[in-house]
């Protein structure tokens, strides 16, 4: 009856490690989709964002803090061709694999780190 109750309490500890295990393993982002940037709530120059809070060049209003707009786009799984992506899905045309969902970060379009305005 002891032992019944030792294996009973291991096979308990395994399945609670291995549930907890997997919602961390769910719950993790990758990091590009988690970068804050900024943006005016008035959209006065479209959708450019800036890398840290301040004020709207053109109204003075407040940036809002928002994530980047990601975007879809497929690559081979094998990288033939290094990190070159598609906007449809299909086949590579180097080793025929079917194409692979790859979700991407658009690039930021504003001028930090320039030396011009």
Request: one cysteine or more.
């Amino acid at each position: 009856m002891k032992q019944l109750k030792v294996v009973l309490s291991l096979v308990m500890a395994v399945f609670c490690f291995t549930a907890v295990n997997a919602q961390s393993t769910k719950s993790k982002v990758t990091k590009a989709a988690t970068k804050t940037v900024y943006q005016c709530p008035m959209k006065c120059e479209g959708e450019k964002t800036y890398k840290k809070a301040g004020k709207c060049p053109v109204c003075s209003m407040k940036l809002k803090a928002t994530k980047p707009a990601a975007t879809l786009a497929y690559q081979c799984p094998m990288k033939c061709e290094g990190e070159k992506t598609y906007d449809k899905a299909g086949k590579c045309p180097v080793c025929g694999m079917n194409l692979k969902k790859k979700e991407t970060v658009k690039p930021n379009k504003d001028h930090d780190g320039h030396g011009h305005n």
